[in-house]
């Protein structure tokens, strides 16, 4: 383990500059336009893992390539299958971006890029782990399976299909994926739930074309004041959301789950004034922890109607529509609860408005057992990484291979996130801090010597 020290410490400038390449790719999952981006970040990646020491191959899916990397030659040792994702999130809005996207800079110990903490640069820090054991020991003391897949951000919806036709090839003990955060700064975690989600669009239409709203308005329902309506009609005042059954089927919070997040640092004003607000909403009775993490919500993404361009216009619009999604906690299920959103919105649509409701993507919620030898590993290892103790966290989230994982290769996941809250995930300016990126190479490192002894 001393020469593995030693090894990352000689190579960190390298690591980092490796990392910028791979952010230069603007592989955007959820946009047609950059599908040749996705092969070559996929290529990128795949070069990586073979460089560092994997059988490594690029297997097509319907959607964006998943590379396969693996090292199978410790007989008897626990094998990891390591999770993560190579697309991103769409970089707009542009305009907001201190440096360009897709131009890594580094400014106060960051790197800033679309992907830089979610996921690139967390799941880079495994391919160096791995490298780092070829290169000093020649070999690694687990048997590692890498999947890293380039539909994460648009909902996974092609690798299910690869791991059920893949179960014999992609048999493990546990998966390990790092897309998640640290609870804080300095205050390194363990994450033990994700929320799942169920997201959907939906598409109102009322008279045949945009109408003069003097000559006919009042005479016909208008979509725009009909979505309102409905968007309205998802929570009462108290933020519960009213979806008949919405409730039925989740796990309460028990009192010693309240007490540990209770205990967590965590300074609500500050919290507020990071994010520019005055004051916390959500469902009446929980903290905003537990808003986070245990509770399921419901969200507008976004709403498109009318004229929104400079000035009045007077119009009934023709049409209008918008994209929702729900966090769920378990035991909530993302199907049957679609269909529950659906039956509750086609309940209440005013005469002359028609529906189009379509599903997206979902994923279930989860939550592991905290305690557990591989848990054990994951700590000793963190702590050894990082220099510090990490305390146990759930998030709002959601991963949704993870559930799959367990339901198809009967595993439980390793959440072990270096990131931070405050690294713009999905926002402009994501970024992810340097010494963490170097800080979760030697977590990975000392885990692979953890996991050997379980
Ligand atoms: N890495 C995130 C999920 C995440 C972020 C979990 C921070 C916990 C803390 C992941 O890339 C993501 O954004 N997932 C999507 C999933 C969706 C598209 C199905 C999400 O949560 O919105
Ligand atoms: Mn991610
Ligand atoms: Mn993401």
Redesign the pocket.
Known sequence: MSDVSAYLAANTARYVSELIELLRIPSVSADSRFRPDMQRAAEWVRNQMAAAGLAAEIIPTPGHPVVYGEWTQAPGAPTVMVYG?YDV?PPDPLDLWTTPPFEPTIRDGHVYARGAS??KGQVFTHVKAVEAWMKTAGKLPVNVKFIIEGE?????KNLEDFLERNRERLKCDLAVVS???QYAPGIPAI?YG??G?L?AEIFLTGPNRDLHSGVFGGSVANPANALAKLIASLHDESGRIQIPGFYDDVVPLTDSERRQFAALPFQESEYLSKLGVAAPWGEAGFSTLERRWARPTCDINGMISGYTGEGPKTIVPSKASAKI?C?LVPNQSPDKLTAALEAFLRSQLRPGIEMRFAPH???VPLVFPPEGPFMKAARAAIAKGFGAEPVMIR??????VVATFKSVLGVDTL?L?W?Q?TDN??SPNERFSIADFHKGIASSAALWGELATK
Do not use: C, F, M, Y
């Open positions: 994702h999130q979610d996921d994460e951000e648009v909902g996974s897309d998640t955060s994450t994700l929320r989600i997201s999604t966090r993507h979902g994923a998030e709002g989230g959601s991963i949704p959440l996130g990131g809250d995930l999905h």
